[in-house]
Nanobody, 125 residues
Framework: VQLQASGGGSVQAGGSLGLSCEAA????????VGWFRQSPGQEREFVAA???????NFADSVKGRFTVFRDNAKNTVYLQMNTLKPEDTAVYYC????????????????????WGQGTLVTVSS
């Protein structure tokens, strides 16, 4: 599976941005797909994840502001980010695994087998 993340850019605080994670080589309809982010000097952290037949889950820092959804026809998973804050500035990565992870066990980077290349999101105050 090859993942291509896109949609990053620059936005002012309070604005919105949508990221896309397009998969190729295999349908990810039944995969767990996660979004992570990494700021300079920081470890990669979990943002959100969606699994087939299960509800999505989010990091506390983005809960209520970010949503994640799929378009299975396009083999693409989206991360919609609203009410952005400067602390959301990071490189965002999408990742996938064929395992259907339960919601309480989706935040570890080692759980995912496939990674996209990352897309930069910059939020200015």
């Amino acid at each position: 599976v090859q993942l291509q993340a896109s949609g990053g850019g620059s936005v002012q605080a309070g604005g919105s941005l949508g990221l896309s994670c397009e998969a190729a080589g295999q349908s990810v309809r039944t995969y767990t797909v996660g979004w992570f982010r990494q700021s300079p000097g920081q470890e990669r952290e979990f943002v959100a994840a969606t699994a087939w037949g299960s509800s999505s889950n989010f990091a506390d820092s983005v809960k209520g502001r970010f949503t994640v959804f799929r378009d299975n026809a396009k083999n693409t998973v989206y991360l919609q980010m609203n009410t952005l804050k400067p602390e959301d500035t990071a490189v965002y990565y999408c990742a996938a695994t064929s395992k259907r992870l339960i919601s309480s066990n989706r935040s570890g980077t080692r759980l995912y087998d496939y990674w996209g290349q990352g897309t930069l999101v910059t939020v200015s105050s």
